[in-house]
């Protein structure tokens, strides 16, 4: 278990609203990630943070915007929700030390089911 | 960029059946990891393996770097090993970004 909780689980929203997702994680890992899956897809990378207030771009950030004030948090935004976004939303952390050295394996949350209407 | 190929896309087996899933990809990789996603939608990560051979229980797979594929073994299916099977791959440039296949559907019947 690698102590990673997103909130909330589930959401519906309205077309133009802001929506922020948290992930929330208890072992001081590095890196974080925020990816989308859609039916019929692999996940898709949207940011990435590889330290506190140290993000980049994924393959898929246009419509989303992410901050890390602290290490343990990891917060996802629609600006202004549109119905492109509907999916599940994972979100993951990586970097471990693993047997004395450093292993990039990725660990997953549980996912937000979020729909915007 | 990298690209990942799964296949097959789907698979359907009786119960005890054993299976093979493969994996390939375009370029030289640092990292190489399969993961299942079962019916209820969790990610549960099964390997890391940029190289060389691994064994968890009924589970095992087989990284060639040089020939660029990936291979998971499943014997004696059971119906929990059911769901999407993902390989993703993190390029040797990519800041620990993984690349993600588009995953082999798997059905164990009863």
């Known amino acids: 278990d690698a102590g990673i909780t997103q909130s909330p689980r589930h959401k519906v929203t309205e077309t133009g609203t802001p929506v922020t997702l948290r992930c929330h994680q208890t072992e001081n890992h590095r890196y974080m990630y925020w990816y989308r899956q859609d039916p019929g897809h692999g996940l898709r990378l949207i940011h990435y943070s590889y330290g506190v207030k140290d993000t980049d771009k994924g393959e898929v950030s246009d419509g989303y915007s992410v901050s890390r004030s602290k290490t343990e948090d990891f917060l996802l935004t629609l600006e202004s929700a549109t119905s492109s976004q509907t999916s599940v939303y994972f979100c993951a952390i990586s970097e471990w030390l693993l047997a004395g050295e450093i292993s990039y394996e990725q660990y997953f949350g549980p996912g937000t089911r979020l729909t915007v209407t | 960029g990298i690209q990942v190929e799964q296949s097959p896309p789907d698979l359907i087996l009786q119960e005890g059946a054993n299976s093979t899933l493969r994996c390939n990809f375009s370029d030289s990789v640092n990292n190489l990891q399969w993961f299942h996603q079962n019916p209820w939608g969790q990610l549960i990560n099964l390997f890391y393996?940029?190289?060389?051979?691994k064994q968890n229980g009924r589970l095992s797979a087989t990284t060639v770097a040089t020939e660029r594929y990936s291979l998971l073994y499943i014997s004696s299916s059971q119906t929990t090993d059911s769901g999407v099977y993902f390989c993703?791959?993190?390029?040797?440039?990519?800041?620990?970004?993984?690349?993600w296949g588009a995953g082999t559907k798997l059905i164990i019947k009863p």
């Open positions: 993703a791959v993190e390029n040797m440039d990519s800041n620990y970004q993984l690349i």
């Open positions: 393996i940029p190289s060389g051979t």
